[in-house]
């Protein structure tokens, strides 16, 4: 258990709600959950599902009308040909990490990671005893990977390769040419990639692009997708993995040994999200791209702060080296003085020193706020 790591997020939502039990007022800008409402049909959806008995175990590796669906979408979404058999819902996209690792890695495997990077990846590689060796996301490139570092970092224990893109906690998103780079770097070896994908359908600018669509590459790749963050769906716990029929096979059994299912009548809503209006995952992804303007521009007047433009995903990752404080030190700092609570770079890896992460999973109004906020801190303390 000693090896076994966390999610620094739901800590500070803890630490916030103290400091708001005891009467003072914080700004939430920690948590990486959408602040919108699950859409009106989808929570019909689900409600019609309860009444017409879908209250009952499934099966382990879901609902076979889901699966079908999410096949179908994955296969028009990124342009190959995806069978139900290779789908396994699961509740939430972590669970794709935990099982994939279980199922994949172990003692004198490696695997390589982005960092800084959702903390789970690093958290799950040392729990299975296999040795976590990062890739760094380079800030003079948007935060994306240099392919030739990752190559490098290829050898014959490499067992897995985890990417993801657009990304937490950077909002970088990876190009085409590193999307095929990355691919040749893998080759013909025995190397399988995870492409953690959840935030595909938030992007500001350019366009996803899966490595699982590249020629050659399905085989290998093993997509993580869900329903959390495109249809703010986080308490649902509803996602899926895309894979190989034979590994998909032992995923189901992990999730026979441990949730036996995800919730059916979730399932059902998610058939709804998929395959019914979809006019709502768009004005969410308008909504988070002017906050995001809003949250830069802002950042970028503020002492110490340097601020990168992210192309994806709601979160903004700026560079501040400039305070001269040390990550951790200066999201304490902000949380306890000045009532704003964002994470320490250093939460999402080592490579995340010198830099916070802040959601704009929240309004502009309550963005402006935070701002104020930590220019008026940083005009006091630094
Ligand atoms: C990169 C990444 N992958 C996976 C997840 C897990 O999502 P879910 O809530 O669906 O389990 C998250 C959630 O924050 C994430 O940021």
């Known amino acids: 258990m000693a090896r076994l790591g966390t999610e620094t997020a739901f800590e500070v939502l803890v630490k916030a709600r103290a400091l ?9 800008l920690e948590i990486g959950e959408p602040d919108f409402d699950t859409p009106r049909n989808i929570i019909d959806s689900a409600c019609d599902a309860l009444h017409n008995g879908f209250t009952h175990y499934g ?6 009308q889901l699966r079908e669906t999410i096949a179908q979408y994955v296969s028009e979404t990124r342009g190959v040909n995806a069978a139900p058999e290779e789908v396994v819902v699961v509740p939430g996209g972590k669970p794709i990490i935990f099982f994939v690792l279980l199922a994949l890695a172990e003692e004198g495997d490696e695997v390589i990671y982005p960092n800084p990077g959702f903390p789970i990846y690093e958290s799950m590689i040392d729990y299975v005893g296999a040795k976590a060796v990062p890739i760094r996301l380079r800030e003079e490139m948007d935060f994306r990977l240099e392919v030739d570092e990752l190559a490098g970092l290829i050898d014959d224990r490499t067992k897995l390769i985890i990417i993801n893109s657009p990304q937490n906690p950077t909002g970088g998103v990876l190009e085409k040419k590193d999307i095929d780079g990355i691919a040749r770097a893998v080759g013909d070896r025995n190397i399988m ?3 953690d994908e959840i935030y595909s359908r938030l992007i500001f600018e ?25 249809y703010a769906m986080t308490g649902w716990r509803m996602g899926y993995g895309v894979m190989r029929a034979d590994l998909a096979t032992h995923v189901a059994r992990l999730m026979t040994n441990s949730v036996s299912c995800t919730a059916s009548f979730s399932q059902m809503a998610g058939i ?7 006019e709502s995952v768009e004005a969410m992804c308008a909504e988070f791209k002017k906050r995001r303007d809003v949250m830069v521009a802002g950042l970028n007047k503020i002492k110490g702060f340097s601020c990168r433009l992210p192309k ?12 001269g404080w040390p990550s951790k030190k200066l999201a304490d700092a902000l949380l306890e003085e000045a009532g704003v609570a964002g ?4 939460a999402f890896g080592d490579f995340g020193e010198g830099y916070m992460r802040f959601s704009v999973a929240n309004s502009i109004e309550n963005i402006e706020k935070a701002l104020k906020r930590i220019g008026n801190w940083t005009q006091k303390n630094l």
Request: no cysteine; charged share 20%.
């Open 206 to 230: 350019g366009e996803h692009h899966s490595i699982m669509s590249v020629d050659g590459m399905k085989e290998r790749s093993i997509l993580l997708d869900g329903f959390s963050k495109t």
């Open 59 to 64: 099966p382990s590796a879901g609902l076979p």
């Open 20 to 28: 708001e039990a005891k009467g003072r007022d914080v700004v939430h």
């Open 193 to 195: 990639v995870l492409t």
């Open 343 to 346: 994470l320490s770079g250093t």
């Open 272 to 278: 709804e999200a998929l395959r019914g209006p979809q």
């Open 312 to 323: 994806g995903a709601f979160y903004v990752f700026p560079n501040i080296t400039g305070t």
